[in-house]
Nanobody, 124 residues
């Protein structure tokens, strides 16, 4: 079993930056593809980014390409989401997930474990 704890959310002005972190418990972190999702008020949880077990092949939803960067440090059991040029529409609760699947990482159903979320609010 894996426990995930996100941090780094907060209130930021449009155009600003935040870095989210997600720390995983356990000794099998490299067994998981890691993903970031977000859920705005009254909306479904949506895919933001994912990164493969070895840290290569990052994937992003179109709306964050060029602004967000996903990375991981397997020695620290941590995955990061660097968010730059933030927009009001990025306001949401951000969740990290851990997947043992080998495909379809843009789907919530591929992720077995989730963190509790961290709120990001971007003021315009």
């Amino acid at each position: 079993q894996v426990q995930l704890v996100e941090s780094g959310g907060g209130l930021v002005q449009a155009g600003g930056s935040l870095r989210l972190s997600c720390v995983a418990s356990g000794r099998t972190f490299t067994s998981y593809t890691m993903g970031w999702f977000r859920q705005g008020p009254g909306k479904e949880r949506e895919f933001v980014a994912s990164i493969s077990r070895g840290g290569s092949a990052p994937d992003y939803t179109d709306s964050v390409k060029g602004r967000f960067t996903v990375s991981r440090d397997n020695a620290k059991n941590t995955v990061y989401l660097q968010m730059n040029s933030l927009k009001a529409e990025d306001t949401a609760a951000y969740y990290c997930g851990a997947s043992q699947s080998f495909f379809d990482f843009r789907s919530k159903s591929a992720y077995r474990y989730w963190g509790q979320g961290t709120q990001v609010t971007v003021s315009s």
